[in-house]
């Protein structure tokens, strides 16, 4: 069972910055895809940006330019550089990942942006 830990979300006026990591319990080498998702309160579920192990990378139009995610395999970790910050920004953030078809989530973190 790969484990998903987040952390680096909290409360930033809009135009601030934050950066959010995930570590995972296990080599992330071994993961297909990892990426970052997004619940605004009332709101489904939705992407945010997604890195695979080659380190090609997709963005939600809503976020270009503004958020850049990354990996780094020698420490486990994922990555998601958030700048340029909106109140529309405001959610809990999710790491995910995925071996094969299998999806593994974290518990979230809590981005809250002030106007």
């Known amino acids: 069972q790969v484990q998903l830990v987040e952390s680096g979300g909290g409360l930033v006026q809009a135009g601030g910055s934050l950066r959010l990591s995930c570590a995972v319990s296990?080599?992330?080498?071994?993961?297909?895809?990892m990426g970052w998702y997004r619940q605004a309160p009332g709101k489904q579920r939705e992407l945010v940006a997604i890195?695979?192990?080659?380190?090609?990378?997709n963005y939600a139009d809503y976020v270009k330019g503004r958020f850049t995610i990354s990996r780094d395999n020698a420490k486990n970790t994922m990555h998601l550089q958030m700048n340029n910050l909106t109140p529309e920004d405001t959610g809990v953030y999710y790491c995910?990942?995925?071996?094969?078809?299998?999806?593994?989530w974290g518990q979230g973190t809590q981005v809250t942006v002030s106007s």
């Open positions: 296990e080599s992330i080498l071994s993961l297909n895809v």
């Open positions: 995910n990942a995925r071996r094969i078809v299998t999806p593994y």
């Open positions: 890195i695979s192990s080659g380190g090609t990378t």
